[in-house]
């Protein structure tokens, strides 16, 4: 099994997006692959986040029939979660780009940028749908085994 890190600030929205529709059509397709993710904001508490999951997240998901694994309370990024992943996709270059190369400069070139706004930079439909598209995307590569092996540095 191979594991991508999904990163945003807070592990709330984006981020849980990402990686629960990830396992659901990795799954969907008998790929070796689980995704997980984390927020690179070394204190998450700080946003006081109402539940586990974004609102706008779990309305989402549950329209497309992603029902899998939205439970748990979101995490700050760990050294270790790195290591443990191949793949590293953070959701916005301009809002993360700095966060890793101030919390995580080993991994800095590691980590691959989609341009998903957070709110309210970008509307929740608009960025909800982005990130499905980029999911698909990145599916549909990784079936027709069209993206090249990255491991993370040593």
């Given at each position: 099994?191979?594991?991508?890190?999904?990163?945003?600030t807070?592990?709330?929205?984006?981020?849980?997006?990402?990686?629960?529709?990830?396992?659901?059509?990795?799954?969907?397709?008998?790929?070796?692959?689980?995704?997980?993710?984390?927020?690179?904001?070394?204190?998450?508490?700080?946003?006081?986040?109402?539940?586990?999951?974004s609102?706008?997240?779990?309305?989402?998901?549950?329209?497309?029939g992603?029902?899998?694994?939205?439970?748990?309370?979101?995490?700050?990024?760990?050294a270790?979660?790195?290591?443990?992943?191949?793949r590293?996709?953070?959701?916005?270059r301009a809002?993360?780009?700095?966060m890793?190369?101030?919390?995580?400069?080993?991994?800095?070139?590691?980590?691959?940028?989609?341009?998903?706004?957070?709110?309210?930079?970008?509307?929740?439909?608009?960025?909800?749908?982005?990130?499905?598209?980029?999911?698909?995307?990145?599916?549909?590569?990784?079936?027709?085994?069209?993206?090249?092996?990255?491991?993370?540095?040593?």
């Open positions: 099994m191979k594991n991508l890190l999904f990163l945003c807070g592990n709330y929205y984006r981020s849980r997006f990402c990686e629960e529709y990830f396992n659901h059509q990795a799954h969907r397709h008998n790929l070796a692959w689980r995704a997980d993710s984390r927020g690179l904001a070394p204190d998450i508490t700080v946003f006081r986040n109402p539940g586990p999951l609102p706008h997240t779990r309305q989402a998901l549950h329209a497309l992603v029902t899998r694994g939205t439970g748990r309370d979101p995490l700050s990024a760990r270790a979660d790195f290591v443990q992943a191949e590293h996709i953070a959701l916005s809002e993360h780009q700095p890793v190369e101030q919390f995580f400069p080993a991994y800095a070139s590691a980590v691959e940028y989609w341009e998903i706004g957070d709110l309210p930079l970008e509307a929740p439909p608009a960025a909800l749908e982005k990130m499905a598209q980029a999911v698909r995307r990145l599916i549909d590569a990784l079936h027709r085994g069209d993206l090249p092996e990255r491991t993370p540095p040593q």
